[in-house]
């Protein structure tokens, strides 16, 4: 953008001024808010000049800046998230996260319209959760996690100056549900593993229950990010919900199955060496078929799972990721501290962990208040 600075007489002194043309040709001129005397020296002149020049450049970035968060808002919301939001959702979340987010904001388009993005009101989310709830039949649980992913895709928005308001920023709009997560009973436990004991899902299984590891995770463990030495495996952040490293230490049980499996990846090598022809351990997934070589997809273990908890009586509304909750609630009710367990379970904060796992905690809470003694 072109511009100079020039002087303005005005009574007793020059006042200076930026005049600068704007993209449609149109030329603009604004005070720069400096000025010296009609008699001032040469020096003077030059020092105020160089204080207009700093002050008209920063005027410049504004006036550009402006116009870029004009431009922005008129922006339809399609435009938004295909081009920017779901690019920083496919190169910042795992693959499962990525699903959720990009499948619940493009229903939002749907329903609620593609407007320019600053257009939508808090009534639309109000209809959102309606059209769900009674249209769609879609259960409260699964609309509050929608809701959730597209509150954070407005936030981002917001966050990074796509957008001049946020229309649900603060909004209670969640469905009140019963947060409890349901686990399996220490018997159900014994029972599953007693029924998929020497199978590839009964190790599966056993490593779920032992470490709270996420299906997800459990699917995309690859050598390179085990520490034998050490007894942990290192998941990148790319695998992990939260978008954040996580080291996982290994009890007893837990580094036993990770061992049998290394056992069973050297022989599957030994065996089949075409199979594995330029492809190093370290690159090779920690649970593999045990015929042709290629990893367990997170829909193939849930199958697996699935089958297994049908034949000994286990009900459907229990899924494999029950197994991360009745590791967080056994450790509770062994007597673990609440802080260790969050840890564990890769948590954000304690908070998170207690607000869904007070009902165990109650247990212990109950115990410590029995100290006081009569």
Not at 165 to 184: A, T
Not at 270 to 280: A, F, L, T
Not at 281 to 300: A, M, N
Not at 323 to 340: K, P, Q, V, W
């Amino acid at each position: 953008m072109d511009y100079k600075i020039y002087p303005y007489k005005r009574g007793n002194s020059y006042k200076l001024y930026l005049r600068y043309k704007e993209p449609n040709g149109r030329k603009r001129n604004l005070s720069t808010g400096i000025s010296y005397p009609l008699k001032a020296s040469k020096k003077q002149q030059a020092d105020a000049k160089r204080k207009a020049e700093k002050v008209g450049l920063q005027m410049l970035l504004d006036v550009k800046a402006k116009g870029q968060q004009k431009k922005r808002s008129s922006e339809k919301l399609s435009n938004f998230l295909e081009y920017k939001y779901f690019v920083h959702v496919k190169n910042n979340m795992s693959e499962n996260s990525e699903r959720i987010y990009i499948n619940a904001l493009n229903r939002f388009l749907d329903i609620c319209g593609n407007r320019n993005i600053n257009d939508y009101k808090r009534s639309d989310i109000q209809n959102y959760k309606m059209h769900r709830l009674n249209i769609d039949g879609v259960k409260k649980t699964t609309i509050n996690i929608e809701l959730r992913s597209i509150k954070a895709g407005f936030n981002w928005g917001l966050k990074n100056e796509y957008l001049q308001k946020h229309p649900f920023r603060g909004l209670d709009f969640m469905f009140e549900v019963d947060d409890r997560r349901e686990e399996l009973s220490k018997e159900q436990i014994k029972k599953l593993l007693k029924k998929t004991e020497g199978t590839m899902i009964g190790l599966v299984i056993r490593f779920g229950y032992n470490t709270g590891a996420r299906i997800g995770m459990i699917s995309n463990m690859k050598w390179k990010m085990v520490n034998f030495e050490e007894r942990y495996i290192n998941f990148p952040a790319s695998i992990m919900k939260s978008n954040k490293p996580f080291t996982m230490p290994l009890n007893d049980q837990a580094f036993n199955i990770v061992q049998v499996w290394y056992s069973l990846a050297k022989k599957d090598r030994k065996y089949n060496p075409e199979e594995y022809e330029d492809i190093p351990l370290k690159e090779c997934y920690v649970v593999q078929k045990e015929k042709t070589g290629g990893r367990y997809t997170v829909r193939g273990m849930q199958t697996m799972f699935n089958r297994a908890k049908k034949k000994v009586g286990i009900p459907k509304t229990i899924k494999f990721h029950s197994l991360r909750h009745s590791f967080a609630t056994h450790l509770l009710e062994n007597g673990a501290d609440i802080y260790s367990v969050s840890k564990l379970m890769a948590h954000s904060s304690v908070q998170v962990t207690a607000s869904f796992y007070d009902h165990t905690d109650a247990l212990n809470y109950r115990n410590v208040a029995n100290m006081i003694g009569t």
